[in-house]
């Protein structure tokens, strides 16, 4: 077999090894968080506690990204992704025995694993990602974040079929660990090998050079508006369908059903839409699909509008996140740093958005809280234009 046929097959070979490693993120969140009721139980926390609880994870998860780069730099993608799915299995059983014996101490020790495994496994994958994208020679980032929408939607059902026959959380988060060591310790074999820059080449950025760069500030900024419309959507568009249009829980479950499903749609057959149009026009026009879908839910004046609204608001979510990371992973060499500095930029939408929605539901109505996310479309659609394939020597 010659090495031309040799390539391909290396290369395939890790496209698929990806996709499940973006699935098993996604699984390994969705199905602890779909059951985080039963864990406030667990620990005998009120509402405010549990919340208050979370923050160990979600700042650990912020505080983490910029660290990720310069750790995927040094050690390469496999490895990193590697060490990050074992600090999150780990959390995982951490959180399981500290749900067993009722300890809240080790549940927030559990949950600083947790987030560092989560945002460095996200950084890390992304930018091995990019590298099966380049090697393909067309746009499938989008198909990769798909994946992880898929594996959310089975921790989703894992956490709810589990719930319904009675097991408990503590055994399902044990039976997630040993999922997460033994798919992660395979799947990380599969991806391509690291390779180390050749003497005399461009020496690899620092963090410092990468967070003074126009650009890869932009690109963050792309994230962080079209992952404000994505997670505002996912926080609170259930909510929206029954407060604002006094629609039974159902209802509000289906709305949300139709947006992931749009969304996961979007994401996997977009990237062919990239590769035609190019991923500026193709940002502005999802940017102004999203723009259409908030509209229809906020003004519709009924469910039937809301719910199309839902669809396009799906859709036009589904391709930013996606778009940005691959921006800024174009050059192969400076992807770790790049990735890491726009993710941790992007990111603050997952801080952010949630609480600002809250407090202009509270003034103004849910409905109209949700006007705020034109503002981080406007965001996005500012910077859309720094997505420009970046040309390398």
């Not at 101490?105 to 994208?133: H, I, R």
């Not at 997670?231 to 829980?249: K, M, P, T």
Request: hydrophobic residues 55%; proline residues 5%.
């Amino acid at each position: 077999m010659s090495s031309v046929d040799v390539v391909p097959a290396r290369v395939n070979t890790a496209k698929i090894a990806v996709g499940v490693t973006f699935a098993m993120n996604g699984l390994a969140l969705a199905g602890w968080l779909s059951r985080a009721p039963a864990i406030r139980d667990g620990l005998e926390l009120s509402v405010a506690g549990f919340g208050l609880l979370l923050l160990c994870m979600s700042g650990t998860s912020v505080a983490s990204i910029p660290l990720a780069g310069p750790l995927v730099q040094r050690v390469g993608p496999a490895r990193a992704v590697l060490i990050a799915s074992m600090a999150e299995a780990f959390g995982l059983a951490l959180l399981a025995t500290a749900t067993l014996i009722s300890s809240v101490p080790l549940a927030g020790l559990a949950l600083l694993f947790c987030g560092f495994g989560t945002s460095t496994w996200d950084v890390a994958m992304n930018v091995e990602a990019a590298d099966v994208e380049r090697r393909i020679g067309r746009t499938i980032m989008p198909r990769f974040h798909a994946g992880f929408s898929l594996g959310t939607v089975a921790g989703a059902g894992v956490g709810a079929a589990a719930s319904a026959i009675g097991v408990p959380i503590w055994a399902q988060l044990y039976v997630t660990t040993v999922i997460v060591v033994a798919v992660q310790l395979a799947v990380v074999r599969r991806f391509l090998p690291h390779v180390e820059p050749e003497p005399g080449t461009k020496p690899a950025m620092t963090a410092g050079q990468a967070w003074r760069e126009p650009r890869t500030i932009l690109i963050g900024l792309i994230l962080l508006g079209f992952g404000f419309t994505e997670g505002s959507a996912n926080d609170w568009l259930a909510i929206s369908l029954v407060d604002g249009y006094h629609a039974g829980d159902t209802l509000g479950a289906i709305g949300f059903g139709v947006f992931v499903t749009a969304m996961t749609l979007g994401r996997m057959y977009g990237g062919a839409a990239a590769d035609r149009w190019g991923r500026v026009p193709v940002l502005r026009l999802t940017a102004v699909s999203a723009a259409a879908g908030v509209l229809l839910v906020v003004f519709g004046g009924s469910i039937e509008f809301a719910l199309a609204g839902a669809l396009l608001w799906g859709v036009g979510a589904s391709l930013g996140f996606p778009i940005g990371m691959s921006a800024a992973a174009d050059d192969p060499i400076h992807a770790a740093m790049r990735v890491s500095v726009a993710g941790s930029v992007g990111y603050g939408a997952f801080l952010a958005g949630p609480p600002l929605i809250g407090f202009l539901s509270e003034h103004f109505g849910i409905l109209k809280g949700l006007l705020c996310v034109f503002a981080a479309l406007l965001l996005g659609l500012a910077a859309s234009h720094a997505a420009k394939p970046l040309r390398t020597p």
